[in-house]
């Protein structure tokens, strides 16, 4: 998208929620740049200038607003190549990782992918990784009691001293100067964040789909948060989930053995609640088909509900094969009392770490067949494990979820239905659409069985959003 600085004033000045994290604005005559829904007085048209990331606006010499934080804003969505791969950038560079050892993980060179970013974005990968440490690191800051030095760590600096030195030089202050009052995650063993969203965020619709799938020991929901135990390399914890639509924000509690993973566990949560979707991008689809639009009156903004980590929805989706939810239910539920390590948490449902590819793989047939599956899907399970441990289910960015498709199907027991559940909900493209599922054709049917050919074509209509479009269908069989 070229911006067009005109209609990004207009939107600034409105305070327009729905371009939050869509761009950025410098105010030349502060020295800072702001999201487009703070509430600060706003400055003069003369005084500002916009950019589409964070990362450009400081290269341009900004520093992060303190009101309206810049830091707790929604993500690019990663729907052009470009923006996937910026993406994935971010999300690495929190996680530690070197940009020399992300050549694999993208599926460009270093050179192209300069290029890329450059041309695109106006800024250079060095840039991307910087300011998005330092981004967390200010959060963390304003957000913990945690000693500059663990922050420094879990913001995926290498170097105490590096650290220091970059946040001076971009903020012109010393980390400990950016400490906040907030006490949020004073209770031993704590830590808690701010998530932003684009609003509006339906989400008891949300709670829908991860009620009806919970796996016994690893999730529970109470009231209207959601807990789960995690697991991130060596680093084993738990986290609760709340909304504050208020302030249009998640609140995020995780417990304190997983800070030194926390830039990770905050890409997670972002993608396991759609954090970054945009509504308003969605709404003129939505809002003029008549399959979807009384589903979108009643639940605007609907998200797609997604998983903790790919495997564990992938395995999810493979017990859901030709049975019920309930069913598939207590299959995960069996599973995971058979292979899924135990751990202590401060709520006695939660005692159970889900699933892993290295666990599963080690299961004979026979084993799986003695908690209840058939043999070809216990098959399925153990060809799924090993292709996950190879590296299977992770993809460079700017791959077409067709390509995933095709790469899953070349799996015995993977149908195109599987294909596309997993990349919709897990690998999180926002185009896949599991065709042949007879809740989707029976409600593009109204009522009536359609083929999955039928389906397919109508589905055409609702390119780039149709696993939204697939959302909203399924809800419509609940409002009939």
Avoid at 315 to 342: P, Y
Avoid at 437 to 459: C, N
Wanted: glycine share 8%; with cysteine; aromatic share 8%.
């Amino acid at each position: 998208m070229k911006l067009d600085d005109e209609s990004c004033y207009a939107a600034f000045t409105a305070g327009e929620a729905r371009f939050d994290g869509v761009f950025f604005t410098g105010v030349k005559s502060t020295g800072i740049y702001c999201r487009p829904v703070c509430a600060a007085r706003k400055p003069l048209r003369r005084s500002c200038t916009f950019y589409r990331t964070a990362s450009e606006a400081e290269g341009a010499g900004f520093r992060p607003c303190l009101r309206c934080r810049p830091e707790l804003a929604p993500a690019v969505a990663g729907d052009s190549m470009p923006e996937a791969l910026l993406r994935r950038i971010q999300e690495r560079a929190v996680e530690g990782t070197r940009l020399s050892d992300l050549e694999a993980d993208l599926g460009y060179s270093p050179r192209q992918v300069r290029r890329i970013l450059v041309e695109t974005f106006g800024v250079t990968p060095v840039q991307v990784v910087q300011t998005q440490r330092l981004l967390l690191a200010r959060q963390l800051l304003r957000e913990t009691r945690q000693p500059v030095s663990e922050i420094a760590l879990a913001a995926g600096f290498r170097s105490l001293r590096n650290f220091n030195a970059l946040f001076a030089q971009r903020y012109g202050c010393a980390p400990g100067e950016c400490r906040g009052v907030n006490k949020a995650g004073k209770d031993a063993g704590t830590v808690q964040l701010r998530l932003a969203y684009r609003a509006p965020m339906p989400w008891d619709a949300l709670m829908v789909y991860f009620k009806s799938r919970l796996v016994p020991g690893v999730e529970e929901i109470v009231g209207d948060e959601y807990r789960r135990t995690v697991e991130i390399g060596d680093r084993r914890g738990w986290l609760s989930v709340k909304l504050d639509q208020d302030r249009t924000e998640m609140r995020v509690t995780v417990s304190q053995s997983l800070f030194p993973v926390l830039g990770a566990v905050q890409s997670r949560v972002r993608r396991m609640f759609d954090l970054d979707a945009r509504p308003d991008a969605m709404a003129v689809m939505m809002e003029t088909d008549p399959l979807l639009a009384p589903v979108w009156e009643k639940h605007a903004g609907l998200r797609v509900g997604g998983a903790w980590d790919p495997f564990e929805l992938a395995v999810r989706a493979v017990l859901g094969q030709q049975i019920t939810v309930a069913a598939a239910t207590t299959l995960s539920g069996r599973l995971v009392a058979k292979v899924g390590a135990e751990m202590d948490t401060p709520f006695p449902a939660l005692n159970r770490l889900a699933v892993t590819p290295d666990a599963l793989a080690k299961l004979s047939v026979d084993d799986l067949c003695r908690l209840g599956l058939v043999s070809k899907r216990a098959e399925t399970l153990r060809t799924l494990a090993n292709f996950a441990l190879a590296g299977g289910l992770e993809f460079a960015p700017g791959v077409t979820h067709d390509a995933v498709v095709e790469a899953m199907t070349k799996l015995p027991g993977i149908g195109p239905w599987t294909a596309h559940y997993i990349a919709m909900r897990a690998l999180r493209f926002p185009d896949a659409f599991p065709a042949a599922d007879l809740g989707l054709r029976k409600a593009i049917g109204h009522g009536e069985m359609v083929s999955t050919r039928e389906a397919e074509a109508r589905s055409q209509a609702w390119r780039p959003w149709r696993a939204y479009a697939a959302i909203a269908l399924w809800f419509s069989l609940s409002m009939e």
